[in-house]
């Protein structure tokens, strides 16, 4: 059997800051022990818009447990 080995994920950093967090960076420590969904997207595809809703939704429903980060 192979053995695994813990990797650490690197923080997640951007060019352009964080936006609708009230200026507070989101770190991985905020994260832990959260299901996070990264969402790629871009306003060009009507598919990424259309599922804004639903994930909006999601995250509502899911407050303590889900939390979606959108990548632009």
């Known amino acids: 059997m192979a053995s695994h080995a813990r990797v650490r994920a690197p923080e997640l950093i951007g060019e352009g800051g964080w936006l609708n ?18 969402d790629f997207w871009t306003f060009c595809c009507i598919n990424c818009l259309h599922v804004l809703d639903e994930l909006r939704e999601l995250e509502e429903r899911h407050r303590d447990t889900v939390v ?4 632009h």
């Open 21 to 38: 967090t009230g200026g507070t960076p989101v770190t991985l420590a905020d994260l832990r022990g959260k299901i996070v969904v990264l």
């Open 68 to 71: 979606i980060v959108g990548v």
